[in-house]
């Protein structure tokens, strides 16, 4: 059973950081690509980052520059730090663990996390 559990969310003022953690359960942190992904009332959910199993890294354009993904393969973890969040970084934040397996997407998701930016 894959369970992927998100931690950090909450209240951020403009201009502040936040850090957002996934600690994924059963096997899969060693094959899947691990990212995170965000959805804002309203809009579609769109990519905010992930990383392959081997460290390559893929961010969105709204937060490149703002953002880091890194993972722990040790601990089944992956987390995003943000900086210089803006009230459009509002959105539920969506842990997700992906892998292309004989042509289609194994995916999982996690409940995910609130994160309101606002003064």
């Known amino acids: 059973q894959v369970q992927l559990v998100e931690s950090g969310g909450g209240l951020v003022q403009p201009g502040g950081s936040l850090r957002l953690s996934c600690a994924a359960s059963?096997?899969?942190?060693?094959?899947?690509?691990m990212g995170w992904y965000r959805q804002a009332p309203g809009k579609q959910r769109e990519l905010v980052a992930t990383?392959?199993?081997?460290?390559?890294?893929n961010y969105g354009d709204s937060v490149k520059g703002r953002s880091t993904i890194s993972r722990d393969n040790a601990k089944n973890t992956v987390d995003l730090q943000m900086t210089n969040l803006q009230p459009e970084d509002t959105a539920v934040y969506y842990c997700?663990?992906?892998?292309?397996?004989?042509?289609?997407?194994?995916?999982?998701w996690g409940q995910g996390t609130q994160v309101t930016v606002s003064s």
């Open positions: 997700n663990a992906k892998r292309l397996l004989y042509g289609n997407w194994n995916m999982y």
């Open positions: 059963g096997s899969i942190f060693s094959t899947h690509t």
């Open positions: 990383m392959t199993t081997s460290g390559s890294t």
